[in-house]
């Protein structure tokens, strides 16, 4: 699904993606651990198309896409989260989700003229839609809530609602869990899981809590100076002993 070879990024003298390469099958939970500094942001960046690679090509769903532009990469079916939440704060929680929409046939004026039953039609849907995800992701009570009232957590969830009304088929969530208390943590964790058991889509999360990967990742990557320090199950990343030496800080 999405397939990295050998990405190079550096800043001034700082490689920070120093080569790395790493693919991510359809339909599951992947994570990207690594100490702070190690090139897991970057790495984001690159991929959904905020930075440019310096070497390297990424493909997705078999289309070369490092050349394209980040809407276009949404476009495609390959979204992000960012850390710090993007909603207007002053639209209420289910306008967030209805802006978000794919395919707003009402957007354009002529449109909106022309193709009535149109655009009825595909506002019903996406209204249905969003109400569905936000049962979810147990926000359905806050819909008419600002979205600017919501907590740090139920925001993260309404960034994940957001994505998910345009119907990706990869997520990329960098620290989806960080500052979170362990119960909206739960709640992230399993509307991550609910939202993918129902699309059949693939997660691509960096996450620096060792619990949560365990929990929810089929295979993890380690990065350590901008390279792949190892792969593995979230098992066996947790007894290599190059991972407990760079990441886990044992000496
Ligand atoms: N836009 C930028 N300009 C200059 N240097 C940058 C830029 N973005 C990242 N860097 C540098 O690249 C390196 C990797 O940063 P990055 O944010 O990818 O790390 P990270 O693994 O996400 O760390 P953390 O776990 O702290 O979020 C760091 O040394 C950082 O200072
Ligand atoms: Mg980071």
């Known amino acids: 699904m999405l397939k990295i070879e050998n990405i190079e990024k550096s800043f001034g003298q700082l490689k920070a993606v120093n080569g790395v390469s790493l693919e991510i099958e359809k339909d599951d939970i992947f994570g ?6 190690s090139g897991k942001s970057t790495l984001f960046n690159i991929i959904s198309g905020f930075y440019r690679k310096d070497k390297g090509e990424i493909y997705f769903d078999g289309e070369r896409i490092d050349d394209l532009l980040p809407n276009q990469i ?36 002529l449109n909106a003229l022309l193709k009535r039953p149109m655009v009825e039609r595909s506002r019903k849907k996406n209204l249905k839609k969003a109400k569905e995800l936000l049962s979810e992701l147990d926000l359905f009570h806050l819909k008419d809530e600002y979205s600017g009232n919501l ?46 058991e129902k699309t059949e889509n693939s997660f691509f999360i960096v996450e620096h809590d060792m619990g949560v990967i365990s929990d929810v990742c089929r295979k993890v990557f380690v990065l350590n100076s901008g390279e792949i320090l190892a792969e593995g199950s979230p098992e066996e990343i947790q007894q290599n002993d190059k991972v407990l030496d760079a990441y886990l800080g044992r000496n």
């Open 32 to 37: 990207l651990i690594g100490p702070n500094g």
């Open 74 to 109: 949404v476009e495609r079916g390959l979204c992000r989260t960012f850390q710090v939440s993007r909603a207007p704060e002053r639209m209420t929680v289910l306008e967030n989700m209805l802006l978000a929409a794919k395919n707003q046939v009402g957007e354009n004026p």
């Open 151 to 196: 907590s740090g957590g139920q925001k993260k969830l309404l960034a994940l609602g957001r994505i998910f009304m345009l119907e990706p088929k990869m997520v990329l969530l960098d620290e989806p869990t960080a500052g979170v208390n362990p119960t909206l943590t739960n709640n992230i964790l399993k509307g991550m899981q609910n939202l993918r």
